[in-house]
């Protein structure tokens, strides 16, 4: 099952969503990641237990007061780094993270 947390507020956004994923953890999953705003977005996410996020996060540069943080249990697509959650749009300006399947629809050719 996904754990989703959000902050904003005045205090370090990072101990926070760390915090509360880790809490989250007797779900179960299998990646976790985290996106921090701070005039710009940072993103940091793997596959595994969020102890390996804690330590990537602490190697990382990473501090603001907003931020979102997710847990992620695959039911579809591997579970690896390139679809653990946060995503973003292309631009890297946008992040957000889902409980559910996001599925795209091609569009139908008309005669």
């Known amino acids: ?15 926070i969503l760390i915090s509360a994923l880790k809490r989250m953890e007797y779900r179960g999953y299998d990646s976790a990641g985290v996106a921090v705003y701070n005039g710009a977005l940072s993103i940091v996410k793997d596959a595994g237990k969020v102890s390996n ?11 603001g007061n907003s ?17 653990a959650h ?5 631009s890297g300006t946008v992040a957000l993270v889902h409980n559910g399947i996001i599925e ?3 569009r139908c050719a008309t005669s």
Do not use: F, K
Request: aromatic share 4%; hydrophobic share 25%; with cysteine.
């Open 1 to 15: 099952m996904c754990g989703i947390i959000g902050y904003t507020g005045d205090r370090d956004v990072t101990p």
């Open 86 to 90: 946060p995503h973003t749009d292309e």
């Open 67 to 83: 931020g979102i943080g997710h847990t992620r249990w695959a039911t579809h697509g591997a579970p690896n780094q390139v679809n």
């Open 53 to 63: 996020l804690e330590s990537l996060v602490r190697d990382s540069v990473l501090t």
């Open 104 to 106: 795209t629809t091609p």
